[in-house]
T-cell receptor, first 113, second 113 residues
Framework: DQQVKQNSPSLSVQEGRISILNCDYT??????FLWYKKYPAEGPTFLIS?????DKNEDGRFTVFLNKSAKHLSLHIVPSQPGDSAVYFC????????????FGKGTRLHILP | DGGITQSPKYLFRKEGQNVTLSCEQN?????MYWYRQDPGQGLRLIYY???????QKGDIAEGYSVSREKKESFPLTVTSAQKNPTAFYLC????????????FGAGSRLTVL
C-alpha cells in the first residue's frame, strides 16, 4: 500500500511561470515531510522540508504547503527556471517514532523555453 | 569535502553472479541506507542500518545482503537470488534514522546481461 502518492508522473511548465507539484499521503501519523530533487544518473538532493506544526515553509523560489486535514502537500516553484527540470520526490516520516522515510514515486518536471 | 562515495558507477554482471556495490561516507552519520530506483517506481528501501553491526530489512530485501562492520561503510551485495537486479542503486546516510535529511551518493547502475 502506497503511503506517499505523487499522482502526476510528469508536468510541463513554461519558463518563468509557477510549477506546482502535488503529493498526498495516507498515514495520519506522518509529521515530517521533505522534497528531494533528482537529475538523471545522480543521487537525489534535499530541497525543502516542513514539520506538521507548520502549514508553510519558504526557501527562496521554493515553498512547501501542508494541508493536514486533506493529507496533502504541494511544492511551488516560482519563477520556474530551466535548471528546475528534474524528478521531484515527496517523502514523509513519523518524527516521534524515529521511523524510516517513505518516498513517493516522483514527478518529472519539464521546464519549457 | 564530506559526502558519500558509491562505486562502481556502472557495473555489468552476468546472470548467476553475485556483485557487491560499495558505499563509503565521511559525514560521521550513524544511519545508512540502500535504495533501488526503477522507472516509475520511485525509491524503494532495500536495507538500512542505524548503528554499526546492526541492520534491518527494508521493503524489498529479498535477494540482497548487507554488512555494517564500520560506521563509514555499508556495502550491498546483489546475489544471484535477486530476480530482477538491473536497476539504479542509491546509498544514503543521515545523522540517525527517521525524520532527518538524507544525503545521497551519486548512485551505481547495475546491468545484468
Amino acid at each position: 500500500d502506497q503511503q506517499v502518492k505523487q499522482n502526476s508522473p510528469s508536468l510541463s511548465v513554461q519558463e518563468g511561470r509557477i510549477s506546482i507539484l502535488n503529493c498526498d499521503y495516507t498515514n495520519s501519523m506522518f509529521d515530517y515531510f521533505l522534497w528531494y530533487k533528482k537529475y538523471p544518473a545522480e543521487g537525489p538532493t534535499f530541497l525543502i522540508s516542513i514539520s506538521s506544526i507548520k502549514d508553510k515553509n519558504e526557501d527562496g523560489r521554493f515553498t512547501v504547503f501542508l494541508n493536514k486535514s486533506a493529507k496533502h502537500l504541494s511544492l511551488h516553484i516560482v519563477p520556474s527556471q530551466p535548471g528546475d527540470s528534474a524528478v521531484y520526490f515527496c517523502a514523509a516520516s513519523v518524527l516521534v517514532r524515529d521511523d524510516k522515510i517513505i518516498f513517493g514515486k516522483g514527478t518529472r518536471l519539464h521546464i519549457l523555453p | 569535502d564530506g559526502g558519500i562515495t558509491q562505486s562502481p558507477k556502472y557495473l555489468f554482471r552476468k546472470e548467476g553472479q553475485n556483485v557487491t556495490l560499495s558505499c563509503e561516507q565521511n559525514l560521521n552519520h550513524d544511519a545508512m541506507y540502500w535504495y533501488r530506483q526503477d522507472p516509475g517506481q520511485g525509491l524503494r528501501l532495500i536495507y538500512y542500518s542505524q548503528i554499526v553491526n546492526d541492520f534491518q530489512k527494508g521493503d524489498i530485501a529479498e535477494g540482497y545482503s548487507v554488512s555494517r562492520e564500520k560506521k563509514e561503510s555499508f556495502p550491498l551485495t546483489v546475489t544471484s537470488a535477486q530476480k530482477n537486479p538491473t536497476a539504479f542503486y542509491l546509498c544514503a546516510s543521515s545523522w540517525n534514522s527517521g525524520a532527518n535529511v538524507l544525503t545521497f551518493g551519486a548512485g551505481s547502475r547495475l546491468t545484468v546481461l
